[in-house]
Structures are given as C-alpha cells and as structure tokens.
C-alpha cells in the first residue's frame, strides 16, 4: 500500500519513500517507525510498542526511538508528529491511500538515491547506538543541550546540598 501526504509517498510494504517522484534515501529503522505511525494514524504510539515493534528481541535504550523520531521531524516538519507526554507518539498529517503504483521515477534518479537536501542527516539513523548524537547535535542543538544542561544543573545541585 503506498500512502500520500504532503508532497511525498510512502510505500509501507517496500518502506520506500518519494517526493514529487524523486526517490528519498530513508534508513530502515525510521521507515519502520514511520510505516507503524501512518498505518495507524489514530492511535498514541508508546516508545515501549515502537521499541517492540522496530527492535523486536533487542536491548536498546528508548533515546534511538527519540533519535528516529527527530530525523523524521527534520524530514517531514515538526507538525508531523505529535509527542503526548508520558503516553507516546501519533501521525498528525493526513494521508491518503494512492491507487496503482508510485509514479515512474526515472532510472537515474532511482539509482542516484538522491536525498533531501534539507536533512541529510536522514541517513543517521539506523544504528541502535550512540554513535550518532555528534550527527544529531550538528542539526537539533537544542535536542542535545537541553539534557545536558539538564545533567549539569542536576549533579550541580546533589554536590552544593552534600
């Protein structure tokens, strides 16, 4: 099934993603994320089902969920997705199913797997590891900072209060 909005398409079952018939280059682990978001776009997804469903079997901390979903924010616009405090995640752009296949993509363009070039980092995503918060910080700063200074103020206060 290949679902429309905004400007791009969405094949879930091949997890490919276009844009005015330009092939979108999208690791695997944010499609599956976006595929589980937009198959269900009424439903507040939790990090825990994400968790299960992305990396099923696996030990992964619930920072590479935060990681893939600010990747697809930077790719489709914060009003994306909609974070629910405490409770999860849910698809906030309306979709629309396309009939028949994708529009043709020409050969060179489907071969070049071309990236958006407002986010490249797009492409930093698939890991379950850290490796990839040096990327992120280059582009959401205020992602990266915020905890830290969060850290800092919170072992700053346990030291002054010993």
Avoid at 63 to 86: C, M, P, Y
Avoid at 106 to 123: H, I
Avoid at 139 to 145: A, R
């Amino acid at each position: 099934m290949i679902l429309a909005f905004d400007d791009f398409q969405f094949d879930i079952q091949a997890l490919t993603l276009s844009k005015d018939g330009r092939k979108i280059s999208l690791k695997e682990k944010p499609a599956q994320i976006l595929a589980l978001l937009i198959t269900q776009p009424d439903k507040i997804h939790s990090k825990v089902e994400i968790l299960e469903e992305v990396w099923p079997g696996r030990t992964v901390t619930e920072q590479v969920v935060f990681q893939n979903i600010g990747h697809l924010r930077a790719l489709f616009g914060d009003e994306a997705i909609k974070t629910f405090s405490k409770k999860g995640y849910q698809w906030q752009l309306p979709c629309d199913p396309v009939d028949g296949k994708t529009p043709a993509v020409s050969e060179s363009l489907a071969t070049d797997n071309v990236s958006a070039p407002a986010d490249p980092s797009v492409n930093v995503s698939d890991d379950d590891s850290a490796q990839n918060t040096a990327n992120a910080s280059a582009k959401l700063p205020w992602q990266v900072l915020v905890p830290v200074l969060v850290a800092v103020a919170a072992i700053t206060g346990y030291f002054a209060l010993s």
